[in-house]
């Protein structure tokens, strides 16, 4: 029986991308398939703030951080906490991507004209020990462009394989069973989806007009993770992070539902780290949602006041932006599914950005002029419009009204005025002095101190009852599924494996699919800006071990 082609991609967000351009410069044929039409291509990370974890960056060295692989690798052992018999290849995937992120990662993409806002950001910031959780010095490096600058000269080597005859590009395919045909799995079979013109991101037709079987020496698995099917995520919430919650919002689309990784376990690969996922704790409601229960989450400096859902303080150091997962705990745990932002408008001004390239159109639309004016006053356009617009978003002169309306937003009365305002004049004292054993507010005064953070990102530490510091704000958070940190178990030649760990023939896998390497290069925990990274890092793997095996 003929190939169709050398490879079979399915899936044509960034880690498809990655893999397909690499089998194009080694002159391979590769059918691309997704489920989605064409104007979905990139996926997920056409929504995302394009963040990449780099070490020992130039853009670093310029901001007087001090990073060094060694810090990094540190700082990634105290986040992933690997504990289990199959964190082998987690395990050996993650030195190797440290390795990629203080080496040639930059200079890769620098060289297929890919850039980097000047500013790096300081994501993760852990509160723990040296070797606990989080990044020790900022790390965080938003692509100039944001997502779609990041998939530019992806789509791009694609596009140009495609006008040479190398890549056949095959939208509103979706697949439904690997199967074998000659030892290896070699065919791919599913359904034809009817044509469909819906904006990105938007829920498509399910309508199936026909049906296809393809076949390929080798098939490579990049087709996402579980975040958009609440059920799925449920089913494999970890009791570690307490009872699931009973409303979610989304901070994917809809088609990302998990079915390929049943669909390759079905042919014999091995899903590991079902448990290990990712979920932010900020998420609140799309004024103007794409797609259904669309979140965006708060990419918040550590100045607000982070209360519970009856008005208390989270524990030290859950502070904004410090531990994600640490935060979820603690929320699954006090009988409520949402959290709230007290601060004042200063804070807001300065601290509040909201993730995603759609809310970020200066930086997206690469103009330095619309960035330079997030130093102007006032709250940046996309913040203003969720307080004008948002349903979460609460703005009032004094605390009385302020906690009135939060209670009417949650339609109970959780939250007392007197023991709210107790928490807030107790903290304002601690406002007076250079000195305070109050950790948020040493947190805030050592967050100033990096210059990243004083000038855009961490407002000057004020008392949040300062009439001249307001109007006083609350922002209602609910839960945002975004990651699956497990996934497809695969050697560092991205080859999926089977039970007992012999590699399933004719498989590979990359990208949120294969829990972003080896089944979950994060571990428990991630760095932050390591998704797109690691995307791009398996894909490019996968592409090129499969080139070498079709050879």
Not at 224 to 241: C, F, Q, S
Not at 271 to 284: A, F, K
Not at 340 to 352: D, P, Q, S, Y
Not at 519 to 538: A, I, Q
């Amino acid at each position: 029986m003929a190939y169709d082609a050398d490879v079979i991609v399915i899936g044509a967000g960034l880690a498809g991308l990655a893999a397909t351009a690499e089998l194009v410069d080694a002159g391979r044929k590769v059918i691309l398939l997704d489920q989605e039409p064409e104007q979905s291509l990139g996926g997920q990370a056409h929504w995302s703030f394009g963040g990449l974890f780099l070490v020992d960056s130039p853009e670093q060295r310029r901001l007087r951080i001090r990073d060094s692989h060694a810090l990094a690798w540190q700082d990634w052992l105290g986040a992933a906490g690997f504990d289990r018999p199959e964190d082998h290849w987690p395990r050996t995937w993650a030195e190797a991507y440290v390795d990629f992120a203080a080496g040639e990662k930059r200079s890769w993409l620098h060289r297929q004209g890919v850039r980097f806002f000047p500013v790096v950001g300081w994501a993760e910031r852990g509160g723990y020990a040296a070797t606990g959780h989080g990044n020790s010095v900022p790390r965080f490096h938003i692509t100039w462009g944001t997502g779609p600058g990041l998939v530019a000269p992806f789509e791009r080597r694609v596009r140009a394989g495609a006008a040479r005859g190398l890549v056949d590009l095959r939208f509103r395919h979706r697949v439904t069973s690997l199967t074998r045909s000659a030892g290896s799995v070699d065919t791919v079979s599913g359904e034809v989806l009817a044509p469909s013109d819906v904006p990105r991101g938007k829920p498509s037709s399910r309508e199936v007009t026909g049906a296809f079987e393809l076949r390929a020496q080798a098939v490579i698995v990049t087709s996402g993770g579980i975040g958009g099917n609440h059920e799925l995520v449920r089913a494999n919430w970890p009791e570690r992070l307490g009872t699931p919650p009973e409303r979610m919002l989304s901070g994917v689309p809809a088609h990302v539902d998990g079915r390929m990784l049943g669909i390759t376990e079905a042919a014999g690969g091995r899903i590991i780290n079902r448990d290990r996922m990712w979920h932010y704790t900020e998420g609140i409601e799309n004024w103007n949602p794409i797609w259904p229960l669309h979140g965006i989450r708060i990419l918040s400096g550590p100045s607000p006041l982070w209360l519970d859902a009856r008005g208390r303080r989270l524990p030290v150091p859950l502070f904004p932006g410090f531990d994600t997962l640490g935060t979820l705990e603690h929320i699954m745990r006090t009988g409520h599914d949402h959290t709230w932002f007290v601060l004042t408008r200063k804070i807001i001004e300065k601290e509040f950005t909201l993730s995603g390239s759609e809310q970020n159109p200066d930086l997206t639309g690469k103009s330095i002029r619309d960035v330079l004016g997030r130093a102007r006053a006032g709250a940046p356009g996309p913040v203003q419009a969720f307080m004008d617009r948002g349903t979460d978003f609460i703005v009032e002169r004094s605390l009385p009204d302020l906690v009135r309306r939060m209670n009417a937003l949650t339609k109970e009365p959780l939250i007392d005025e007197a023991a709210l305002r107790g928490e807030i004049v107790a903290r304002d004292r601690e406002i007076v002095n250079s000195f305070t054993k109050d950790l948020q507010v040493t947190a805030v005064r050592g967050a100033r101190k990096y210059l990243g953070d004083r000038l855009i990102r961490t407002a000057a530490p004020h008392r949040l009852l300062d009439p001249g510091a307001g109007p006083l704000i609350a922002v209602r958070l609910s839960i945002l599924t975004r990651k699956t940190l497990g996934g497809l178990e695969t050697d560092l030649s991205s080859r999926v494996l089977a039970d007992g760990g012999a590699p399933l023939p004719g498989v590979y896998a990359a990208g949120e699919a294969a829990g972003f390497g080896g089944g979950g290069v994060h571990g428990y925990r991630s760095l932050e800006g390591t998704f797109l990274g690691g995307c791009l890092f398996s894909g490019r793997t996968a592409g090129r071990a499969a080139a070498r095996a079709v050879a």
